[in-house]
């Protein structure tokens, strides 16, 4: 299973995908969220194997 | 493997309005030539300008700071800092504030609400937790304003992006306030107030965030724990679905804005002249301003 880190600093596990897919699986919006992986950004089309950990950082702020 | 479209590299961002792809230092380049672009077609900042930066140490404003000083290094930055006195949230954020700040080679300065009002957001907020961001806002206007003078600066710039812009827009809309509306971008207020510039507003929030993770210039913070209370938490996930699903709708509702008020033309009617706060000599057209309205409210 692929491990996501959530930005409210949980984490929970999906099945591989594209990021698009993996984000609104997890009923994210894939405009809110920028995914990271080894600390590289990846692209929305770009596929996530089952092996992988990734990073999710929200775009939004309070305010 | 996605390529950039400029270069053999792997692509790692894509402008969902433009379509084109870039690697991490095409990236960089196209966001940073965006800020320029944006700074001499509103002509932001000029020779000699000391300008006094809104750094709260989170992502935009980590971006604003860094972006400015790479592209103005002839322009004299002074970061500022303000301490809302948040519990659990706000000592991280100024720790990485600081650290940018040394990364940088400039000195932060530090104010807090403490030494504006004497009581920290979280002791003005004991009873009213739901009003954590009117009273926030409100009050770190008057501490960057304050802080800002102090320093000597002529200007202040904030970390504001496109998605800020579009927020606001909407906002006055949906209140039916008109007068926001106009005023947002016509008002002569800048002959009293320190004039604001936004040098990241014609940035998404998506592209901003994404150039302080290419750089590496983010880190993981707590989040606000009033968040929840944000007056456009509503607005702000709305637009963010029809961003995701009709790419450039920001950027249609700020120039749409500009455009409107463009056509409108210059106020007319009487301008509200403005006068001096009575408690602490801030202009205001009332006999209070905001901050002291606030502050004498919330005993
Ligand atoms: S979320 Fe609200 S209370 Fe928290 S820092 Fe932002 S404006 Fe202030
Ligand atoms: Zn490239
Ligand atoms: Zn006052």
């Known amino acids: 299973m692929v491990k996501v ?13 594209t990021i698009e897919e993996i984000l609104l699986r997890l009923n994210l919006n894939p405009y809110e969220i920028l995914i990271t992986r080894d600390n590289e950004l990846l692209l929305a089309d770009d596929f996530v194997n089952e092996t992988d950990e990734i990073h999710a950082t929200s775009i939004v702020h309070g305010g | 493997m996605v390529q950039c479209d400029e270069c053999e590299k792997r692509a790692v961002y894509f402008d969902s309005v433009t379509k084109v792809k870039f690697c ?4 960089s380049a196209w966001f940073e030539k965006g800020v320029a672009a944006t700074i001499e077609k509103y002509h932001m900042i000029c020779p000699g300008d000391k300008i006094a930066v809104g750094l709260s140490g989170g992502k935009d404003s980590t971006v604003l700071l860094t972006v400015l000083a790479k592209l103005n290094p002839d322009a004299e930055l002074i970061p500022i800092t303000v301490d809302e006195g948040i519990a659990n949230y706000r000592d991280d954020t100024i720790l990485a504030a600081v650290r940018l700040c040394e ?9 807090s609400f403490t030494d504006i009002c004497g009581k920290t957001l979280d002791e003005l907020l004991e009873k ?11 009050l770190r206007r008057r501490a960057l304003n304050l802080a800002a003078r102090e320093a000597g600066a002529n200007k202040i710039a904030t970390g504001h992006c496109m998605d800020d812009e579009a927020q606001s827009v ?40 994404a150039y302080g993770l290419v750089n590496h210039l983010l880190t993981d913070l707590p989040e606000c724990p009033y968040t929840k209370y944000a007056l456009r938490a509503g607005v702000r ?10 790419p450039g709708t920001m950027h249609n509702i700020v120039t749409g804005q500009e455009k409107l ?6 106020l007319k009617g009487e301008v509200t002249k403005m006068g001096r706060c009575e408690v602490c000599g801030e202009p205001t057209s009332h006999r209070l301003c905001a901050a002291c309205t606030l502050i004498e409210k919330m005993g």
């Open chain 2, 170 to 209: 909407l906002m006055n809309y949906l209140r039916g306030d008109v007068t926001r509306v106009m005023e947002s971008y016509q008002t002569d207020s800048d002959k009293v107030f320190l004039p604001r510039i936004k040098p990241l507003c014609r940035q998404t929030e998506r592209a901003t965030v």
């Open chain 2, 103 to 111: 990364r940088l080679g400039l000195e932060d300065k530090l104010i």
């Open chain 1, 5 to 17: 880190h959530l930005p409210d600093g949980t984490q929970t596990t999906t099945e591989a995908g």
């Open chain 2, 128 to 138: 009213s937790p739901e009003q954590a961001c009117s009273v926030c806002g409100t």
């Open chain 2, 261 to 266: 008020l463009a056509k409108l033309g210059p």
């Open chain 2, 237 to 246: 996930s709305g637009l963010g679905i029809l961003e995701y699903r009709n």
């Open chain 2, 24 to 27: 991490g230092p095409h990236f």
